[in-house]
């Protein structure tokens, strides 16, 4: 067995497709095939089963997956033991970020790595997907930053790791002149009957209002789907609507002409968190970058409360 093929074997387990694993390994479908088809002439059991016109592993093949990535983590190890060894923190670390969180934290990240003689070279995208989507990521990048609800299931433990960077809560935004904008707080029965703009499905901001109606026991009445937050914020300036904000990472976009007041009543925080693979956590410079971001967020955090 070769470490290339376990760990097309360990992706096809992670992302479910040939194409999706060529994408993330950036060779083409006929390639994965043929190395896939090299690993099964090896072994007896078979590895993969097609399910209409895609190809999954049978429990054979999660078995040797999960071993796979076992080995590639050990490989990962031995190999960074000797650029630890010669405290080196070159590279490229590549670190993806969602939309708002890359706009509170890109800039301060490289003028944090700026002061220190050692930092690595980041590579810096913005990848906006649903929360189930981002685990997938680390197949492309160091580091993903993704977020989620608190109440919801945590992110896959197999072959990926995930370190909390903040516990950020969304506040209520509401046009300045509104009659709720002198509120302090806000509950679900305050709110349930207006109108709002708010994220598509599957982003923190729309499952906060689907929080906010079950409590309530009404539907709620949404004008607009808009997952830009700056967007956002100019749609309730101009009244008419509500919006959901996070607290934090929202503080580049404009609030002269809107207030922002707590939810209480529902779970209104949503997690940001760090993914990496485990051998990726291994790189001296992805360690020196995760320091950093915590750094970054911890101050983002403090000023912000």
């Known amino acids: 067995m070769e470490l290339h093929q376990l760990q097309i074997l360990r992706e096809l387990r992670a992302l479910g497709s040939v194409t999706a694993v060529a ?13 896939l088809s090299t690993l099964q002439r090896g072994v007896s059991t078979p590895l993969t089963r097609r399910e209409g016109r895609t190809l999954v592993l049978t429990p054979a093949g999660e078995v040797l997956a999960a071993a796979g990535a ?18 080196t ?37 913005d990848e906006d997907v649903a929360q189930s989507e981002f685990p997938g990521l680390t197949s492309r990048h160091d580091l993903v930053l993704a977020h989620r609800m608190e109440h919801s299931d945590p992110w896959p433990a197999q072959g990926v790791r995930s370190l ?35 994220s598509r499905v599957g982003y923190s901001p729309d499952d906060v209002l689907r929080a906010v109606s079950a409590v309530a026991k009404r539907p709620i009445e949404v004008h607009h789907r808009i997952n830009d937050y700056g967007a956002v914020s100019a749609v309730v300036a101009a009244g008419g609507v509500l919006g ?34 485990p ?20 101050r983002l955090s403090e000023s912000a409360s």
Do not use: C, K
């Open 23 to 35: 994408e993330a390994l950036r060779v083409t479908p006929s390639a994965v095939s043929q190395h």
């Open 70 to 87: 076992e080995a590639i983590d050990a490989m990962a190890a031995a190999r960074n033991a000797l650029d630890d060894f010669e405290t």
């Open 89 to 125: 923190a070159t590279g490229v670390v590549s670190v993806s970020g969602f939309h708002s969180v890359g706009q509170a934290l890109f800039g301060p990240l490289l003028r944090e790595l700026s002061t220190s003689p050692e930092a690595p070279t980041v590579q810096l995208t």
């Open 164 to 198: 909390t960077l903040v516990r950020e809560p969304l506040d209520v935004a509401v046009p300045a002149s509104h009659p709720l904008a002198s509120r302090t707080s806000l509950t679900p029965q305050d709110v349930a009957g207006e109108r709002w703009v708010t």
């Open 244 to 277: 959901m904000l996070p607290r934090f990472t929202s503080r580049s976009v404009d609030d002269r002409d809107i207030v922002r007041v707590p939810l209480r009543g529902v779970s209104t925080h949503r997690m940001i968190d760090l993914l990496a693979r």
């Open 279 to 298: 051998e990726n956590l291994r790189r001296r410079s992805v360690r020196l970058t995760v320091d950093a971001l915590q750094r970054v967020m911890t």
